[in-house]
């Protein structure tokens, strides 16, 4: 069972930056896509950003051009940088192995001023 551990999250104001980090277990991380999820409270989990093997990178249109994800193989470690926040960012931010199944614990996100 792949092991995910998210830090990062934080309270900034509008308009601020973030960077989450998820790290991750096991031999195969270098060959496999990464995504990371949100969940705002009373709504469901919603896809943010996947990133596979050869490091090409989709964005949900909520995000795109705000966030960057990315992955460092040598550390096991997968990114998401989220700039120019907005309130409707807040949420808990979940990283996900979609090969294995597996969750992070989350992080909190929250976007206020």
């Known amino acids: 069972q792949v092991q995910l551990v998210e830090s990062g999250g934080g309270l900034v104001q509008p308009g601020g930056s973030l960077r989450l980090s998820c790290a991750a277990s096991?031999?195969?991380?270098?060959?496999?896509?990464m995504d990371w999820y949100r969940q705002a409270s009373g709504k469901q989990r919603e896809w943010v950003a996947t990133?596979?093997?050869?490091?090409?990178?989709t964005y949900a249109a909520s995000v795109n051009g705000r966030f960057t994800i990315s992955r460092d193989n040598l550390q096991k470690t997968v990114y998401l940088q989220m700039d120019s926040l907005k309130l409707e960012d807040t949420a808990v931010y979940y990283c996900?192995?979609?090969?294995?199944?597996?969750w992070g614990q989350g992080t909190q996100v929250t976007v206020s001023a």
């Open positions: 996900h192995a979609p090969y294995s199944g597996s």
């Open positions: 096991g031999s195969i991380f270098r060959s496999v896509s």
């Open positions: 990133i596979d093997s050869s490091t090409y990178t």
